[in-house]
């Protein structure tokens, strides 16, 4: 028999509900869950072109993303391989998938309330800071990075680590595109967030890469005897201390040399 507009209504709504919590999280059912929302946006006489609320926009943006991490990996085995007209459309499919993924979970963003979770909106900031990254706008990055890791260390560190090591590899990334002779500032940038990281999670992986990024700049960039700093910071237990041993020594007999030249 036919539902009053009421029940239908309501049947609806409460499918657009369930459609919206599947679409949220990435696996197997996002993607069909993100298609199911947006036919239902339709039905319940909304707008079904662009997400209306953050949980839709959120699981929109979340279907691009696994796609972006696909060629991603791609891209990687490309560059690997030497294959330079795979990589040349990988890269361009991956800055337009990157581009999508930034709109939608800029629209999330918009689109928050106080009923949001705000771990998820956070999450939200994080992917959308990648997004930035994957579209090669590093700077946005590192500021949208940046300011997750402070705002977010005290109550979700997990997310907050892992936006500071974004903003870090964005400064890294701006560090090797300026002139040789004129990348103090991301220089200071990348001290500046891995001082971050090193001090508010002092033990985690991030830390230790953290530190032997900084030390590699820093010996590219002719400053020796500060990259060995920077090495001899990485504790015995951690997985690179070998490597960060070598890297010290390397840069102590440059320096060494560097002297006895004068």
Do not use: C
């Not at 239902?40 to 609320?53: I, K, S, Y």
């Not at 402070?150 to 560090?175: M, N």
């Amino acid at each position: 028999r036919e539902m009053s507009p009421a029940v239908k209504a309501a049947t609806l709504s409460g499918a657009l509900e369930h459609a919206q919590a599947v679409a949220r999280y990435p696996g197997p059912l996002q993607a069909p869950a993100v298609a199911l929302a947006q036919e239902l946006m339709a039905d319940v006489n909304r707008d079904g072109g662009e997400p209306q609320d953050f949980d839709t926009a959120f699981g929109s943006a979340n279907v691009h993303l696994e796609e972006a991490k696909r060629l991603n990996a791609e891209l990687a085995a490309a560059r690997s391989e030497g294959d330079a007209d795979r990589r040349q459309r990988l890269r361009e499919e991956l800055s337009a998938r990157a581009g999508q993924m930034r709109r939608l979970y800029e629209r999330a963003l918009s689109l928050t309330t106080d009923r949001t979770d705000p771990e998820q909106v956070n999450v939200a900031r994080f992917r959308l800071a990648y997004a930035y990254f994957l579209e090669q706008k590093y700077f946005e990055a590192a500021v949208m990075g940046g300011y997750v890791a402070r705002t977010a260390r005290e109550r979700f560190p997990d997310i907050a680590v892992e936006s500071a090591y974004l903003a870090l590899a964005a400064f890294d990334s701006l560090f090797s595109e300026a002139d040789q002779g004129d990348r103090e500032f991301e220089m200071q940038q990348v001290m500046r967030v891995a001082r971050l990281i090193a001090d508010s999670w002092p033990d985690s992986d991030r830390a230790m890469d953290a530190r032997m990024i900084v030390a590699r700049l820093l010996r590219q960039n002719g400053q020796p005897l500060q990259a060995a700093e920077w090495y001899t910071q990485v504790p015995s237990t951690a997985s690179v201390f070998a490597e960060a041993q070598l890297g010290a020594g390397q840069s102590y007999l440059n320096a060494y040399l560097t002297r006895s030249a004068l």
